[in-house]
């Protein structure tokens, strides 16, 4: 988890914040942790899919010299 935080408004639909007040209660986790939990877990799967589309974009291979020249390594 994040050591610093920032407090943030967002605006939810009712029935989303009704499952969420009950998953919290349910779970005896904070709507907040739940959340962030989803958001992280929602980000890792979007960042999945960003690989997959560049990869799927690729015109190809590099050589590891060309690479490692680019880094300026």
Not at 40 to 67: V, W
Request: cysteine-free; aromatic content about 8%; overall charge negative.
């Amino acid at each position: 988890m994040y050591k610093t935080v920032k407090p943030t408004t967002f605006t939810l639909s009712l029935e989303l914040l009704d499952d969420l007040d009950i998953m919290s209660k349910e779970l005896g986790k904070k709507k907040t942790a739940i959340i962030s939990e989803a958001l992280e877990m929602y980000m890792d799967y979007q960042d999945i899919q960003l690989a997959k589309k560049r990869l799927s974009q690729s015109t190809g291979t590099i050589k590891a010299d060309d690479f490692f020249k680019e880094l300026g390594v």
